[in-house]
């Protein structure tokens, strides 16, 4: 079993930036692959980004890959994202997510993780 805690969201004015980390409870975090998924209202959940246990592999969205960067720390069980050149259209909420079985080819798919965070909100402002 796996808790997660997101933190970081806020209120942010376009072109600004904003780091979310993800405080994982439990031994096996580095075990995990971790996901970050946002869903903004009336929209379906989106993929935006993960990493692998060991934090070697990243993965994102094409939209955002340049802007975002996924990170993790096993000694401290977090998982960040880094937000950069913000744009109105990234305001949602953003949720992690964890899994022990994710595999190359379902890292995206957000059905394939089994642990979730409460999620943190993002606005940003024009």
């Known amino acids: 079993q796996v808790q997660l805690v997101e933190s970081g969201g806020g209120l942010v004015q376009a072109g600004g930036s904003l780091r979310l980390s993800c405080a994982a409870s439990g031994r096996t975090f580095s075990r995990y692959a971790m996901g970050w998924f946002r869903q903004a209202p009336g929209k379906e959940r989106e993929f935006v980004a993960a990493?692998?246990?060991?934090?070697?592999?990243?993965y994102y969205a094409d939209s955002l890959k340049g802007r975002f960067t996924i990170s993790r720390d096993n000694a401290k069980n977090t998982v960040y994202l880094q937000m950069n050149s913000l744009e109105p259209e990234d305001t949602a909420v953003y949720h992690c997510?964890?899994?022990?079985?994710?595999?190359?080819?379902?890292?995206?798919?957000?059905?394939?993780?089994?642990?979730w965070g409460q999620g943190t909100q993002v606005t940003v402002s024009s």
């Open positions: 990493i692998n246990w060991s934090g070697g592999s990243t």
């Open positions: 997510a964890a899994d022990s079985r994710i595999t190359i080819a379902t890292i995206r798919a957000g059905n394939k993780y089994a642990y």
